[in-house]
């Protein structure tokens, strides 16, 4: 009679790891579905240029070389001086969506009528002397300057806040 009491611990024991295993199963196929992950950001490929024409016009013009589309809707851009820049390095501007266009003449903007930037798409920013401190110049710099010719500067691509691009641009005579 000793040997056979020693069996009914036993399966009541394995009869509440299993009852355990399965209450855990079934937890986490409820708490796994229940999750939310965020969106992927989207890996990118980008070149940048700046012009000054005929010293009373300039261009930024943004190269979308390889990679996903870039939602416009969804994606900042900030302008930040390197450290060529002595004044003004450490200041950023964040760009308006209004003023990046298809090109020079386009209405269409990612503000508005531009929802997506595709591989192979050119985007630009352009203005006159007199409206680049609102458009892309940030604080104590003159991207205009003569002694500014050489210089650099960073256009930093963000999506949900974190920097998926970022370009180096000379500025160009």
């Not at 990118?44 to 240029?49: D, N, P, W």
Request: charged content about 20%; glycine content about 6%; hydrophobic content about 35%.
């Amino acid at each position: 009679m000793k040997a056979e009491s020693a069996v009914s611990p036993v399966i009541g024991v394995l009869l509440m790891l299993t009852l355990t295993l399965i209450i855990a199963a079934i937890v986490n196929s409820f708490a796994g579905g229940l999750m939310h992950t965020k969106d992927k950001s989207p890996v990118v490929t980008l070149q940048s240029e700046f012009h000054r024409e005929d010293g009373k016009k300039w261009n930024l013009t943004i190269h979308h070389i390889s990679g996903d589309p870039l939602p416009t809707c969804c994606v900042n851009l900030i302008i930040r001086p390197s450290k060529t820049f002595s004044c003004g390095y450490g200041t950023i501007k964040e760009l308006d969506r209004e003023n990046i266009k298809l090109n020079t003449s386009s209405d269409k903007s990612w503000a508005e009528g531009i929802s997506s930037m595709h591989a192979g798409d050119i985007h630009v920013i352009s203005g006159t002397n007199d409206d680049i401190d609102q458009k892309i110049q940030p604080p104590g710099v003159d991207f205009l300057e003569e002694s500014s010719i050489g210089n650099t500067f960073y256009l930093e691509f963000y999506y949900d806040r974190n920097l998926i691009a970022r370009s180096e641009v000379l500025i160009q005579p």
